[in-house]
């Protein structure tokens, strides 16, 4: 799994009750930073406001035209590709909304000390890339092997583990088509910038960010499961330090809104003149295609049903428009807003703990203060 790497990393722990966020999360949070929700209105996230997380340090890559990827292990034929080789294979295109695992960590109680988001560790791209089954065919992956392990550039240690940053995907997933994973060359029509992994990332529809390897340097047909760390270790659901955990997979649904009026600076808290109001927002889901949006004006205590844009476009792996008019009447208002999927999945009201505060999908409260105008600009 990797080597030890003596006593650098702390244990992984819960914060304690009134324990605020500590100088190593803020500095995790200063490198890797969130979606402003504003940015919620557009349908694909303009440059540099998709959320983005690294675990260990962005790779420098002066040349996109030096690196390689390789395809190897239960293979017929292993490969050894340069990007123009990549290019040189069919592309496909495919709209995805990508979400970190963690997104709400940081609104659980206790806080399980990491990378604290509150709830904007999202985005959404236009992927350009070769489907990964295309690769695997041309090398021959054996149909008898179990996992697919992708290894990035990036390097580090976590939790006294040494390791590269690698994932792995069941073999059936690999080389499916519902969804299609990519290794993708440009992101929005462009060549993928440092942060977002150039030259070259898998993305995998439909699941959450830890599965979508940045710097992707290796891909290796493997005929035993992968127990590397952050397959075995990190990403499990777990409830205490001695429970195995359930692996994280697939994006639980969401529902997010664009803060209505202006905020107030530090509190961010919402101003809000009375009146008519056309609350929008996005709702996504990486299991069946989210079917309906329910809005609460009233924090929870009644809910009316929001207007889904048509879901058109075959954007399936896309976030989907919806919007809610309110007449906001003077007064303090919580506003918040719940995705349900096709299969009746749908968001909880209270969250669900878990050690390390993952896949936290809890409807979330946005305060709303609604009054006249006042005196100063
Ligand atoms: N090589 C590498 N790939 C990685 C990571 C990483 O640390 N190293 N982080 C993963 C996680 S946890 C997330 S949420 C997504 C974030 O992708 P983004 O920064 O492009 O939004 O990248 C994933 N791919
Ligand atoms: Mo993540």
């Not at 519902?178 to 995998?204: S, Y």
């Amino acid at each position: 799994m990797g080597q030890r790497t003596g006593d650098l990393s702390a244990p992984a722990r819960p914060a304690a009750p009134d324990e605020g966020i500590g100088a190593d999360e803020l500095a995790l949070a200063t490198r890797n930073h969130g979606l402003p929700l504003e940015a919620l209105r557009h349908d694909i996230t303009p440059p540099g406001l998709h959320y983005v997380f690294t675990h260990y340090d962005i790779p420098y890559v002066p040349s996109a035209g030096a690196w390689r990827l390789t395809v190897d292990g239960r293979v017929r034929a292993p490969l050894d590709l340069s990007l123009a080789d990549l290019l040189s294979f069919p592309q496909i295109t495919t709209r995805v909304t990508m979400e970190c695992a963690g997104n709400g960590r940081a609104l659980l109680t206790p806080r399980p000390v990491g990378q604290p988001w509150l709830t904007e560790a999202v985005g959404t791209a236009d992927w350009t890339g070769v489907p990964l089954g295309l690769l695997l065919a041309e090398a021959g992956a054996d149909p008898a092997a179990v996992d697919v392990v992708f290894t990035g550039a990036d390097h580090g240690v976590e939790r006294g583990v040494e390791q590269d940053y690698q994932r792995a995907l069941p073999l059936a997933v690999a080389r499916g088509d519902d969804p299609r994973v990519l290794v993708a060359t440009a992101m929005n029509g462009a060549p993928l910038p440092p942060q977002h992994g150039r030259p070259l990332r898998l993305i995998v529809p439909g699941w959450y960010g830890m599965a979508q390897v940045k710097w992707l340097r290796s891909v290796t047909v493997s005929d035993v499961p992968f127990t590397g760390f952050q397959q075995s270790v990190a990403y499990r659901i777990r409830r205490s330090a001695d429970d195995e955990g359930e692996p994280v997979t697939r994006i639980a649904p969401r529902a997010l809104l664009v803060p209505p009026g202006f905020p107030d600076f530090m509190s961010r808290t919402r101003v809000l003149r009375p009146g008519p109001v056309r609350l929008f927002g996005r709702a996504w889901s990486g299991q069946a295609p989210v079917s309906s949006v329910a809005v609460s004006t009233d924090h929870g205590a009644s809910w009316a049903p929001a207007v889904l844009d048509p879901a058109g476009g075959g954007h399936r792996w896309a976030w989907r428009a919806w919007h809610h008019d309110w007449v906001a009447s003077p007064g303090t208002h919580g506003v918040g807003a719940c995705a349900t999927d096709a299969d009746g999945r749908t968001q909880p009201l209270d969250p669900c703990w878990n050690r390390s505060g993952l896949g936290n999908n809890a409807v979330c409260w946005v305060r709303v203060v609604c009054g006249p105008r006042a005196s100063s600009p």
